[in-house]
């Protein structure tokens, strides 16, 4: 097993890269962070391996579509090769059957990409 230390940048500010910089002089072996829509997959993994950093991706989803606000963050995420993706998906007020299905939907959406680990946080 390795353990690997992980910042988030929630609450930072700066640029992207300012924070980026800030996490791996810190010490820090990844950062944890939703993709942010400004930016290409390929520009986020560039800037991960200036600093050297893996990244931890984080998914949020919103919308009319949770399922497809899901599939689109997670192909996003996908383009910078993170260590892991964590889903905070869905909405607490949902019924049994609404959070069912959804749930049962993401979890084969996520199962289509080739990302180790994909946790589910509701």
């Not at 963050?73 to 609404?98: M, V, Y």
Request: charged residues 20%; hydrophobic residues 40%; glycine residues 8%.
């Amino acid at each position: 097993m390795q353990l690997k230390l992980a910042k988030g940048t929630w609450g930072m500010e700066g640029t992207l890269e300012e924070q980026i910089r800030r996490i791996a002089d810190s010490g820090y072996d990844a950062v944890e962070m939703p993709v942010p829509v400004e930016y290409s997959g390929a520009d986020v993994k560039k800037l991960l391996r200036k600093f050297n950093l893996d990244l931890i991706a984080m998914i949020f989803t919103d919308g009319a579509n949770h399922v497809d606000s899901f599939r689109l963050q997670i192909e996003r995420a996908t383009l910078c090769e993170p260590l892991q993706i964590t889903s905070h998906s869905g909405k607490d007020f949902w019924s049994f059957n609404q959070q069912r299905g959804f749930f049962t939907t993401k979890h084969t959406a996520a199962g289509q990409c080739a990302i180790p680990g994909i946790q589910p946080h509701c």
